[in-house]
């Protein structure tokens, strides 16, 4: 496997990458504010972290730190550096890191009905390539700040309680969220309405 070494991020380090790689690899909906992840960082509520191959970035992890679990909150390899096992690299490094914790929690763009061909592609190579590192499918999904999730659990111990899982990540939004933003824009679980689908 692909060594990387691995590095906590500095909040000028963070902008740069917020600016030159987040807004290239992430839809607008799913990016949290720069200032909120600056915030968080400052709190010691998120891991910020950086892996190299010798002084050149090659990706990040951002993640959101609760009292047991842990939210993998954005991964990314950098532009230029995708394929060829990077993601794999660090997601065993993040395992290796957070394996003493309830484990990790991974939100990752359901599949849906009305999905290009092109995009519902993406989506599954994207949900495969977390079942393939050892994540497992936790049986719900959110809806937050209107984008649909699928939910992955990943665990030193290869299982994970749903309803633990479920609970902890509730409270990790309610944590950072204004309590009218979080009622109106975070469900977890989606409550489907009468007569729709999951």
């Not at 633990?164 to 950072?176: I, N, P, V, W």
Request: hydrophobic share 40%.
């Amino acid at each position: 496997m692909m060594e990387l070494d691995m590095r906590v991020l500095s909040r000028q380090q963070m902008r740069r990458i917020y600016r030159w790689e987040m807004q290239e690899a992430f839809p607008r909906g799913e990016l949290k504010p720069l200032w909120t992840i600056l915030r968080l960082m400052e709190r010691g509520e998120y891991d910020a972290l950086g892996f190299y191959r010798g002084e050149e970035l090659v990706g990040y992890a951002l993640l959101r730190l609760g009292e047991r679990f842990v939210l993998l909150d954005y991964l990314a390899a950098c532009q230029g550096k995708r394929g060829g096992g990077v993601g794999s690299a660090m997601l065993g490094q993040l395992q290796r890191r957070y394996a003493a914790t309830g484990g990790l929690l991974a939100e990752v763009e359901a599949l849906e009905e009305d999905l290009s061909p092109e995009e519902g592609e993406k989506r599954r190579r994207r949900l495969a390539f977390y079942t393939r590192n050892g994540f497992f499918d936790l049986h719900y999904q959110a809806d937050i700040f209107r984008v649909r999730y699928a939910m992955l659990g990943w665990s030193a111990s290869g299982s994970m309680d749903t309803g633990e899982a479920m609970e902890a990540h509730r409270a990790l939004y309610r944590l950072g969220t204004l309590l009218p933003l979080y009622r109106r824009y975070v469900h977890i679980p989606i409550q489907e309405k009468e007569g729709t689908k999951p």
